[in-house]
């Protein structure tokens, strides 16, 4: 059974088309990933190679946006920039990986 995630059933229950939701979460877990491509929640972020992994054996037809580490505002109160995010250096080995890999990347953020 695939355990839903309660981000993807929210926005989903408003009648939001699953093609235009875009899976963010930085920490996805498989059983997450899989329900995504249940619903047809098939646009997802990622960071790094780990990720690219991961959604190759689950869901190799996902549509890729690669997140890319900001340097971030360090006055905010949390923040996310030091623990998530591709480093921009590491951007362009990261694409070449995915592409490797057969992945369809669609965009960078």
Do not use: W
């Amino acid at each position: 059974m695939t355990q839903r995630t309660r981000e993807i059933e929210q926005i989903l229950s408003l009648d939001v088309h699953p093609s235009r939701v875009v899976y963010a979460n930085p920490c996805k877990i498989s059983s997450h990933i899989r329900y995504a491509s249940h619903v047809g929640v098939d646009l997802m972020t990622f960071d790094g190679v780990h990720e690219l992994v991961k959604i190759k054996k689950l869901f190799p037809n996902a549509r890729l946006i690669l997140r890319i580490h900001s340097g971030g505002d360090n006055t905010a109160l949390h923040n996310f920039d030091k623990k998530f995010g591709c480093h921009p250096r590491a951007a362009r080995g990261v694409l070449n990986r995915a592409k490797r890999m057969g992945l369809n990347v669609v965009g960078v953020r």
